[in-house]
């Protein structure tokens, strides 16, 4: 399989695990295995990861051009996801049709495996974190970032009278599977993807307090999200 392997399932799980260094697109366009899976993706290169319904028109595709930004869309909903190598954790979570995981409700269908971050979190000294269990919560900036907005499932974290996203989650379902794309950053600066918008709903440092960084190691986020899945 190319740019990837897989490691040895952890002792007494059933979750196979495989690590990607990849570029975005090629992620976003392969079909996965109806297993129960972490795909632990690796970008390559920098990408602008449109949502299903978003349209091209909306970024400067000659400034992404020139800075080498490749530019995807993936199969599910939801607002623009800016990715560098090294400032973020994405992972890809697979869960078979008729899996003691799986949900019918999609609405439902993530809580499980945000109850999962929220105990990675925890464990990685992030407190006051929270699942988000209500209907999509967003706005302008929502529509145009994932990471403006909160969805259910994804993870939040309580600073007095904010919230802040730590975890978006986008979910892609098929015959035989559902596949949970989860995105957590390390580094975060809202500056990084304005160049490449044409058009903002306003100024990006009204919204920088929306997002919550992971300040510690890609492979140690990993770990300790694999250390705390289901068995």
Request: charged share 20%.
């Amino acid at each position: 399989m190319h740019g990837s392997n897989i490691l040895p399932t952890l002792p007494n799980s059933s979750w196979k695990w495989y690590t990607e260094h990849v570029s975005a697109g090629e992620q976003h366009g392969r079909d996965l295995v109806a297993d129960r899976a972490v795909w632990d993706v690796r970008v390559t290169r920098a990408a602008i990861v449109l949502g299903s319904r978003q349209n091209e028109a909306l970024l400067n595709r000659e400034l992404c051009s020139r800075d080498g930004i490749e530019v995807v869309r993936r199969r599910s909903g939801g607002g623009i996801v800016f990715l560098a190598p090294g400032e973020h954790v994405w992972l890809d979570v697979v869960v078979p049709r008729g899996d003691v995981l799986w949900t019918d409700d999609v609405a439902q269908a993530s809580w499980w495996l945000g109850d999962v971050w929220v105990q990675t979190l925890n464990a990685l000294g992030k407190n006051n974190v929270l699942v988000h269990h209500e209907s999509l919560s967003s706005d302008a900036w929502g529509d145009l970032l994932c990471f403006a907005g909160v969805g259910p499932g994804e993870v939040v974290q309580r600073n007095d009278e904010s919230l802040s996203k730590l975890v978006g989650i986008s979910q892609r379902r098929t015959r035989d599977y559902a596949r949970f794309q989860c995105t957590i950053y390390t580094k975060w600066n809202p500056h990084d993807v304005e160049m490449y918008v044409v058009n903002t709903p306003g100024n990006l440092s009204e919204i920088a307090h929306r997002v919550a960084t992971v300040q510690t190691s890609q492979q140690k986020i990993v770990d300790t999200f694999m250390a705390h899945l289901p068995v």
